[in-house]
T-cell receptor, first 112, second 114 residues
Framework: GESVGLHLPTLSVQEGDNSIINCAYSNSASDYFIWYKQESGKGPQFIID?????DKRQGQRVTVLLNKTVKHLSLQIAATQPGDSAVYFCAENRGPGNQFYFGTGTSLTVIP | KAGVTQTPRYLIKTRGQQVTLSCSPISGHRSVSWYQQTPGQGLQFLFEYFSETQRNKGNFPGRFSGRQFSNSRSEMNVSTLELGDSALYLCASSPGGAGEETQYFGPGTRLLVL
């Protein structure tokens, strides 16, 4: 039979612009979150993380914002580059221990 | 440090067979988690092993099992393979202690069931 895939949100940005990728999580008790980048044929790559006692964390060219009230995460990428083209996932940990649940992902395409 | 390694990278099996996948974590990491990634269901949590014990389990049937050895290496087994088990199987490792959940992924094993 025909297989039905997940509908993957897509985002296209011009090189040099800023990108914002959003994610809704489901469990209000989740206290740790990670953003991953996955390129075709590779495993997810760690980008940045945030704990629930914070609402903002910055890395190199990336910022994660956490809004616990509405269970929402966002990833901001500054000065987006062609190498940033990939699928981006947010993951919430429903531990204790490691029990990560992933969003459906967003496909980012950077136009040179 | 070397990253997470998974073997084999590619595998073809037929329905009804069983398969064992292997994962070597980052040196010093004691937690290994397994995930299944498919176009239809996305990335789904299978289970986590920590210090040779299953600590967390996702919502998969009993055909999916795993174990962890004293050196933290882990194996995952799928018995009585079904066509729907075709997927990319990913493992991730973390130090595993309290507040040490940051996990890093391996490249995955791509399993095709015919």
């Amino acid at each position: 039979g025909e297989s039905v895939g997940l509908h993957l949100p897509t985002l296209s940005v011009q090189e040099g612009d800023n990108s914002i990728i959003n994610c809704a999580y489901s469990n209000s008790a989740s206290d740790y979150f990670i953003w991953y980048k996955q390129e075709s044929g590779k495993g997810p790559q760690f980008i940045i993380d945030i704990r629930s006692n914070m609402d903002k964390r910055q890395g190199q060219r990336v910022t994660v914002l956490l809004n616990k009230t509405v269970k929402h995460l966002s990833l901001q990428i500054a000065a987006t580059q062609p190498g940033d083209s990939a699928v981006y996932f947010c993951a919430e940990n429903r531990g204790p221990g490691n029990q990560f649940y992933f969003g459906t992902g967003t496909s980012l395409t950077v136009i040179p | 440090k070397a990253g997470v390694t998974q073997t084999p990278r590619y595998l073809i099996k037929t329905r009804g067979q069983q398969v064992t996948l292997s994962c070597s974590p980052i040196s010093g990491h004691r937690s290994v988690s397994w995930y299944q990634q498919t176009p239809g269901q996305g990335l789904q949590f299978l289970f986590e092993y920590f210090s040779e014990t299953q600590r967390n389990k996702g919502n998969f049937p009993g055909r999916f099992s795993g174990r962890q050895f004293s050196n933290s290496r882990s194996e995952m087994n799928v018995s009585t393979l079904e066509l729907g088990d075709s997927a990319l199987y990913l493992c991730a490792s973390s130090p595993g202690g309290a507040g040490e959940e940051t996990q890093y992924f391996g490249p995955g094993t791509r399993l095709l069931v015919l």
